[in-house]
T-cell receptor
């Protein structure tokens, strides 16, 4: 089965609030993680990535946290905007593998105005 | 710099026909990946190719599906004798080399009627 999954399939927030999207992975050999955003009818769009030698990485309005102890990954979006409404996927890549990514099923984020 | 280009964006085939999906990677990218996405699902890895080589095809169905990435021209995902279960979105992605962020195209939506 999938080694990457998400705790909640849907998340609804108010515009301006912070959003947190979670992801659990089961392969302790995974060393590279990526968050993608996918809008309806479009391809996945890279948001942010993190390698296993880091615990936290920040981008513009987004932060990814990695907890290797419990094999948990989260994406935090600050001041969520209506344009952030999409499905968010986490993906993992395993060291020594063939560079393929394993995706979770996704969390649908809805931002209410 | 153009992104990953896929065509056709939408394709309708009758059962038993062949479907050919094309992917041109980003300029300078020599690694190509194909993923399949069913409705409300995450992306599932199919195949990883470099120029003229299949590196990992562990996600490809054993029959009817084939992929190539010739020295010249786009990568092709070929599905022979399509069945309704092949209806899905097929995404191509590329990277400049292994162990780098991969970038996705906008997808090809195959509908088998």
């Amino acid at each position: 089965g999938e080694s990457v999954g998400l705790h909640l399939p849907t998340l609804s927030v108010q515009e301006g609030d912070n959003s947190i999207i979670n992801c659990a992975y089961s392969n302790s050999a995974s060393d590279y993680f990526i968050w993608y955003k996918q809008e309806s009818g479009k391809g996945p769009q890279f948001i942010i990535d993190i390698r296993s030698n880091m615990d936290k990485r920040q981008g513009q309005r987004v932060t990814v946290l990695l907890n290797k102890t419990v094999k948990h990954l989260s994406l935090q979006i600050a001041a969520t905007q209506p344009g952030d409404s999409a499905v968010y996927f986490c993906a993992e890549e395993t060291q020594g593998g063939s560079e393929k990514l394993v995706f979770g099923k996704g969390t649908k984020l809805t931002v209410n105005p | 710099n153009a992104g990953v280009m896929q065509n056709p964006r939408h394709l309708v085939r009758r059962r038993g026909q062949e479907a050919r999906l094309r992917c041109s990677p980003m300029k300078g990218h020599s690694h190509v990946y194909w993923y399949r996405q069913l409705p409300e699902e995450g992306l599932k890895f199919m195949v990883y190719l470099q120029k003229e080589n299949i590196i990992d095809e562990s996600g490809m169905p054993k029959e009817r599906f084939s992929a190539e990435f010739p020295k010249e021209g786009p990568s092709i995902l070929r599905i022979q004798q399509v069945v309704r279960g092949d209806s899905a979105a097929y995404f191509c992605a590329s990277s400049p080399s292994g162990r780098n962020t991969i970038y996705f195209g906008e997808g090809s939506w195959l509908t088998v009627v």
